[in-house]
Nanobody
Framework: QVQLVESGGGLVQAGGSLRLSCAAS????????MGWFRQAPGKEREFVAS????????YYADSVKGRFTISRDNAENTVYLQMNSLKPEDTAVYYC????????????????????WGQGTQVTVSS
């Protein structure tokens, strides 16, 4: 099992930056694929970014590619999401998520395949 706690959300002006952190506990973290998802009011939860257990591969939604960077520190049991050039449409609750790497043959953006979830952190981007 893996327990996840996000932090780092807040209010920022368009064009600004934020860095989200996800602190993990549990032995499974070091071998889990980790991801970030977000959910805006009235919308479904959507994939943002994902990183493999060994940092070898990272994937991004087209909407954030070139602006967001996912990273992880397995020694510190932490996953990060650096968000630059933020836009009002990035406003959402951001969730950290994880799943066993044995599921890497399934689409990495498929929300139901992630079985570890944090409580979420609010990101609000003002125009």
């Amino acid at each position: 099992q893996v327990q996840l706690v996000e932090s780092g959300g807040g209010l920022v002006q368009a064009g600004g930056s934020l860095r989200l952190s996800c602190a993990a506990s549990g032995r499974a973290f070091s071998t889990a694929r980790m991801g970030w998802f977000r959910q805006a009011p009235g919308k479904e939860r959507e994939f943002v970014a994902s990183i493999s257990w060994n940092r070898a591969t990272a994937y991004y939604a087209d909407s954030v590619k070139g602006r967001f960077t996912i990273s992880r520190d397995n020694a510190e049991n932490t996953v990060y999401l650096q968000m630059n050039s933020l836009k009002p449409e990035d406003t959402a609750v951001y969730y950290c998520a994880g799943r066993p790497s044995s599921l890497d043959h399934t689409p990495i953006e498929h929300t139901p395949t992630y079985n570890y979830w944090g409580q979420g952190t609010q990101v609000t981007v003002s125009s």
